[in-house]
């Protein structure tokens, strides 16, 4: 069964600091990796999507890697800001590329101070 | 533009009633998913579609049934709330492409409260 763990659970920095968040999981047979952002009561916003051929993915100031072979994926978040405080959520298929869901990590609950 | 919508967004209901939760997704996506969220737990799958007539049981399905009766649509159903049920529901669709799950996108979600 795969499982996603993310480091760290919590993380809270002054604004413009680059920041990394990281995402670990234990089958490293997947298709491809997806990072997400949720705001407080609110749904999950999809920020990138890895597929397993790549090595990176950006888009404006974030920056995604994956690593199969070690399990590990990073989103990297350039010049922080306030409005980027949130939890961020990654999370890879169940089984290989079946589309029977995803596996999701717990968060890292990001606060960017003003 | 196109959506996922899901309906009611707050609902309080008391033990043992019948709870229907709606999604409608205007992507026209085959896959539609059904996750709970909670504190301590995350998110866990609930049930799946891959299309019409299509429904799959996930991680934590006893108690839910789904029915795909049409591509838009996958409405979550509580036969008898309990207590345990008490959470924030998101409903998800996405279009596989070359057998991957393809990128996922979910709904504002359904905050249930059994009483």
């Known amino acids: 069964k795969q499982e996603v763990t993310q480091i760290p659970a919590a993380l809270s920095v002054p604004e413009g600091e680059n920041l990394v968040l990281n995402c670990s999981f234990t089958d490293s047979a997947i298709y491809n990796l997806q990072w997400f952002r949720q705001d407080p009561g609110k749904g999950l916003t999809s920020l990138l999507l890895?597929?397993?051929?790549?090595r990176e993915q950006t888009s404006g100031r974030l920056n995604a890697s994956l690593d199969k072979s070690s399990g590990r994926s990073t989103l990297y978040i350039a010049a922080s800001q306030p409005g980027d405080s949130a939890t961020y959520l990654c999370a890879v298929p169940n089984s290989g590329g079946g589309a029977d869901g995803l596996t999701f990590g717990k968060g890292t609950h990001l606060i960017i101070q003003p | 533009d196109a959506e996922i919508t899901q309906s009611p967004r707050h609902k309080i209901t008391e033990t043992g009633r019948q709870v229907t939760l709606a999604c409608h997704q205007t992507?026209?996506?085959?896959?539609m998913f059904w996750y709970r969220q909670d504190l301590g737990h995350g998110l866990r799958l609930i049930h799946y579609s891959y299309g019409v007539q299509d429904t799959n049981k996930g991680e934590v399905s006893d108690g839910y049934s789904v029915s795909r009766s049409n591509t838009e649509d996958l409405p979550l159903t509580l036969e008898s709330a309990a207590s345990s049920q008490t959470s924030v529901y998101f409903c998800?669709?996405?279009?596989?492409?070359?057998?991957?799950?393809?990128?996922?996108?979910f709904g504002e979600g359904s905050r249930l409260t059994v009483l």
């Open positions: 998800a669709s996405s279009s596989p492409s070359a057998g991957n799950t393809g990128e996922l996108f």
């Open positions: 890895i597929q397993s051929s790549q």
């Open positions: 992507w026209n996506h085959n896959n």
